[in-house]
T-cell receptor, first 112, second 111 residues
Framework: NAGVTQTPKFRVLKTGQSMTLLCAQD?????MYWYRQDPGMGLRLIHY???????AKGEVPDGYNVSRLKKQNFLLGLESAAPSQTSVYFC???????????FGSGTQLSVL | SQQGEEDPQALSIQEGENATMNCSYK?????LQWYRQNSGRGLVHLIL?????REKHSGRLRVTLDTSKKSSSLLITASRAADTASYFC???????????FGKGTLLTVNP
């Protein structure tokens, strides 16, 4: 089992460019999450999904879109990147609500 | 908005000593979880304690939960240099699906 896999691990974008971060889990988990981690801010929830075909907004959803077309994949999109989106992005999954999260290793994104 | 807040923000101890970190939260919870993050890595789940539990152990870890004070503590006994990491508490918000993380405690264990 690979667990939760995030790609890419590093990315540099110019302001206004778009990109998609991919998260894949092989544990048959229903719930998937995207967090961002900034210095001094802890982790903040961007979007989450409670099952295939569902998505919902978290604490800081503006500027991001997500899709969960397949149960094992959760995609995070930035349509027009801004410097404020420079951060480390973590994907996580859980079997059901209230249970422990399994995290990916993160994507370090810099927007210039 | 942050639900859990860890205290202290940073803690430096010698190998072999015990380390205690605290977490306070604001609203009622179903459970509280603790995670560890090594530098440059993802978070790793350590322990989950439910609202009807008062104490839980896992190896050298002991977690307590006081729902009347809305607080939890994580004790690491006989610390090792490999315990150097950031530690986060995370709480759900009642029946919500979302886990909300605190800002973390940076623990440094000096050999």
């Amino acid at each position: 089992n690979a667990g939760v896999t995030q790609t890419p691990k590093f990315r540099v974008l110019k302001t206004g460019q778009s990109m998609t971060l991919l998260c894949a889990q092989d544990m048959n988990h229903e719930y998937m999450y995207w967090y961002r981690q900034d210095p001094g801010m802890g982790l903040r929830l961007i979007h989450y999904s409670v099952g295939e075909g569902t998505t919902a907004k978290g604490e800081v959803p503006d500027g991001y879109n997500v899709s969960r077309l397949k149960k094992q994949n959760f995609l995070l999109g930035l349509e027009s990147a801004a410097p404020s989106q420079t951060s480390v992005y973590f994907c996580a999954s859980s079997y059901r609500e209230g249970e422990k999260l399994f995290f990916g290793s993160g994507t370090q994104l810099s927007v210039l | 908005s942050q639900q859990g807040e860890e205290d202290p923000q940073a803690l430096s101890i010698q190998e072999g000593e015990n380390a205690t970190m605290n977490c306070s939260y604001k609203t009622s919870i179903n459970n509280l979880q603790w995670y560890r993050q090594n530098s440059g890595r993802g978070l790793v789940h350590l322990i989950l304690i439910r609202s009807n539990e008062r104490e839980k152990h896992s190896g050298r870890l002991r977690v307590t939960l006081d729902t009347s004070k809305k607080s939890s503590s994580l004790l690491i006994t006989a610390s090792r240099a490999a315990d150097t990491a950031s530690y986060f508490c995370a709480t759900d918000e009642g029946s919500n699906y979302k886990l909300t993380f605190g800002k973390g405690t940076l623990l440094t264990v000096n050999p």
